[in-house]
C-alpha cells in the first residue's frame, strides 16, 4: 500500500507564505509525477502544480510567480511553497502522486489533505 502524508497547512494573513510538505511512503518502484491540487469551499478541485520526475513543472495561471513545486526523489517527498497568499487561495490542498508498481501497473495516489487559510 502507498501513502501520502501531508503537512504545513494553516492559518496565515493576505501576503504571507507557507509551505506545504507530502511524503510517500510503502512499497512501489517509482513515482512519475507529483502535484497539488486544492478544493475552496463550493468549487471542485483543481491541479495548482505539477513536477516529473525529471523536475519538469507546470502551474495553474493564477499561482504562477508565487507558487514553487520541488520535489526530492531520493526521499520521495514533494513541496509546495506559497508566497504572497491571498484570500482566494484558501482551500484544502491535496498532494497527488502518479505511481508505478510492477504488480499494479500505474495508478494515483492521494493524500489525506491539509486546509490553508488566507485570512486577516
Known amino acids: 500500500q502507498v501513502q501520502l502524508v501531508e503537512s504545513g497547512g494553516g492559518l496565515v494573513q493576505p501576503g504571507g507564505s507557507l509551505r506545504l510538505s507530502c511524503a510517500a511512503s510503502g512499497s512501489f518502484s517509482s513515482i512519475n509525477y507529483m502535484g497539488w491540487y486544492r478544493q475552496a469551499p463550493g468549487k471542485e478541485r483543481e491541479l495548482v502544480a505539477t513536477?516529473?520526475?525529471?523536475?519538469?513543472?507546470n502551474y495553474i495561471d493564477s499561482v504562477k510567480g508565487r507558487f514553487t513545486i520541488s520535489r526530492d526523489n531520493a526521499k520521495n517527498t514533494v513541496s509546495l511553497q506559497m508566497s504572497s497568499l491571498k484570500p482566494e487561495d484558501t482551500a484544502v490542498y491535496y498532494c497527488?502522486?502518479?505511481?508505478?508498481?510492477?504488480?499494479?501497473?500505474?495508478?494515483?495516489?492521494w493524500g489525506q489533505g491539509t486546509l490553508v487559510t488566507v485570512s486577516s
Open positions: 497527488n502522486a502518479n505511481v508505478f508498481k510492477w504488480t499494479h501497473g500505474i495508478f494515483e495516489v
Open positions: 513536477i516529473t520526475s525529471d523536475y519538469s513543472t
